[in-house]
Nanobody
Framework: QLQLVESGGGLVQAGGSLRLSCAAS????????MGWFRQALGKEREPVAG????????YYVDSVKGRFTISRDNAKKTMYLQMNSLKPEDTAVYYC????????????????????WGQGAQVTVSS
């Protein structure tokens, strides 16, 4: 089991940028696919982006394509989400998640596919 801790959230004006980090402890992350999810107030948790255990495969929800970039550094046991051109509708609590996978290109997209979760980081975008 991985312990995951998000950092880098905060308040930013529309059009600004933030970079979220997800630091893992407990074991290597090289056998885990990882993903970012977000949950706005009063809404269900939704996927944002995911990355395979090697980083060779990624996916993004349509609303963030071209603005967000997911990456990982397995040696540092850390995953990142670079968020540019932020919009007020990006305001949410952002969660990182991980699940052990056997395939190097597997990128699960559903929350219930993931087993390990961080505590969340608040991102607030003001208009």
């Amino acid at each position: 089991q991985l312990q995951l801790v998000e950092s880098g959230g905060g308040l930013v004006q529309a059009g600004g940028s933030l970079r979220l980090s997800c630091a893992a402890s407990g074991r290597t992350i090289s056998t885990y696919a990882m993903g970012w999810f977000r949950q706005a107030l009063g809404k269900e948790r939704e996927p944002v982006a995911g990355i395979s255990r090697t980083g060779s495969s990624t996916y993004y929800v349509d609303s963030v394509k071209g603005r967000f970039t997911i990456s990982r550094d397995n040696a540092k046991k850390t995953m990142y989400l670079q968020m540019n051109s932020l919009k007020p509708e990006d305001t949410a609590v952002y969660y990182c998640a991980a699940v052990a996978t056997s395939g190097s290109t597997v990128t699960p997209r559903r929350a219930y596919d993931y087993h390990d979760w961080g505590q969340g980081a608040q991102v607030t975008v003001s208009s």
